[in-house]
């Protein structure tokens, strides 16, 4: 493709074009034209995507080892600061703050959660010890509970969807498939793509799917396909999300949502036959009474997940007008609010990211 200095017209000449509408083109999008800077966001419309097929729980201790990300009331805050701005100007909810039980599975367990409660960051998220049956509904919970704050839910397809009228309206989001075979640079730290010049360059923020093209495949993608259901039951939930190797979120009206699997082998985004079931007996498994579970949907995506469990942004160190944002992994609640601002402060500013968050971290750190 050759294009000539010039030919592209000013409606068309913007400083960022955006690959992908999940959760980080969205934030990053939304930062970017707060600043200022005139983007483009293409999405390929998948709806399969791992943003729209999650979760969205925000939890800030998560996992076997019941771990505290460095920063974490800083990009707690900075999530909920967002999802409360948005809230305003869209007039509508899409956070709901709640509190996550963590059943305990096991003695182990309960000395882990004893040995992080003694640290002060840890004992301001985590509440003490609670016996069993102090839940209103009747989970089962032998070994007892703890319950873990600052955390809730986020209904992501309708973040989604709100944001994309809002890129609408402003006439910057586009359906279309963004490939770095189909972009030229153009000499100035920009590329032309298909009519239109970036003159900033191009941010690949297309999930786990940009690791499968060859300017990013040398980074340590482990890409994880997930699954999760909703059920009808007879049991209205108790205002907590309940967590015990999995989680189950009480949606309201007895309907409650759980998941979720994790698969790195078979990665593709179709629901697998038999995983609804064994979905299924897990949701059932926390209660200790029958609930009646009908599955009314069941979901699969793939999670963005990296080694070092901290996301990707940044510039390509070879090519200058190409730059990265995902690495989201199973958190991109957590991260996404927080690794945007940071991007966008490199891209605009030039301000240095921080290691951790750094694509070239691996390189930096030697
Ligand atoms: C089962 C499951 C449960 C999860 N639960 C949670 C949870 O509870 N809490 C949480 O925080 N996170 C959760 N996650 C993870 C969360 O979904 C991700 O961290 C986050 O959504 C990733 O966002 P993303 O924008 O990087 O990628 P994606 O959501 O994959 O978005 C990429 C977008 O780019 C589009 N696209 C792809 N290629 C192109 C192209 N070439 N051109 C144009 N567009 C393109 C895609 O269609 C998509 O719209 C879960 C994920 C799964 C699968």
């Given at each position: ?98 509190p996550i ?11 882990l959660k ?150 790195w082998k ?101």
């Open positions: 493709m050759v294009f000539l200095g010039g030919m592209v017209s000013p409606e068309k000449t913007i400083d960022f074009l955006i690959a992908g509408q999940g959760l980080a083109g969205t934030f990053l999008a939304r930062d970017l034209l707060e600043r200022g800077k005139r983007v483009l966001v293409v999405d390929d419309a998948q709806r399969a995507s791992s943003s729209r097929v999650a979760a969205g729980l925000l939890n800030p201790i998560t996992g076997m080892r019941l771990r505290l990300a460095e920063g974490t009331p800083e990009l707690l805050q900075n999530s909920k600061a967002l999802f409360a701005r948005l809230e305003r100007e869209h007039g509508k909810r899409f956070f709901t703050p709640m039980r963590r059943v305990y599975d096991s003695a182990k367990e309960i000395a004893a040995q992080r409660y003694a640290g002060e960051e840890y004992a301001a998220l985590m509440s003490e010890d609670c016996p069993p049956d102090s839940t209103a509904v009747p989970v089962n919970d032998a070994l007892g509970s703890f319950v873990i704050g600052e955390g809730g839910w986020v209904d992501l397809p309708l973040l989604l969807d709100l944001e994309a009228d809002w890129l609408r309206r402003r006439g910057v989001l586009l359906e279309g498939v963004v490939h770095p075979g189909k972009m030229d640079p153009d000499g100035r730290g920009g590329i032309f793509w298909e009519g239109w010049q970036a003159r900033q360059g191009v941010v690949f923020c297309n999930g786990y799917k940009a690791g499968l093209y060859q300017c990013w495949d040398w980074l340590p993608w482990q890409p994880a396909k997930g699954e999760i259901i909703d059920c009808q039951t007879s049991l209205p939930g108790a205002g907590e999300i309940l967590n015990r190797g999995g989680w189950a979120i009480p949606l309201g009206g007895g309907r409650w949502r759980c998941g979720s699997t994790w698969e078979l990665i593709n985004s179709r629901p697998t036959p038999g995983v609804e079931a064994e979905l299924q007996a897990r949701l059932e498994g926390f209660f200790k009474v029958p609930i009646a579970a009908k599955v009314v949907e069941h979901r699969a995506g793939v999670r963005p997940c990296v080694r070092g469990s901290h996301p990707f942004c940044g510039t390509h160190p070879k090519f200058p007008w190409m730059h990265l944002f995902s690495g989201l992994g199973p958190k991109g609640t957590f991260w996404g609010p927080t690794c945007a601002q940071l991007l966008a402060d490199w891209l605009c500013e030039g301000k240095p990211l921080p290691l951790r968050f750094d694509l070239r971290r691996e390189t930096l750190a030697r």
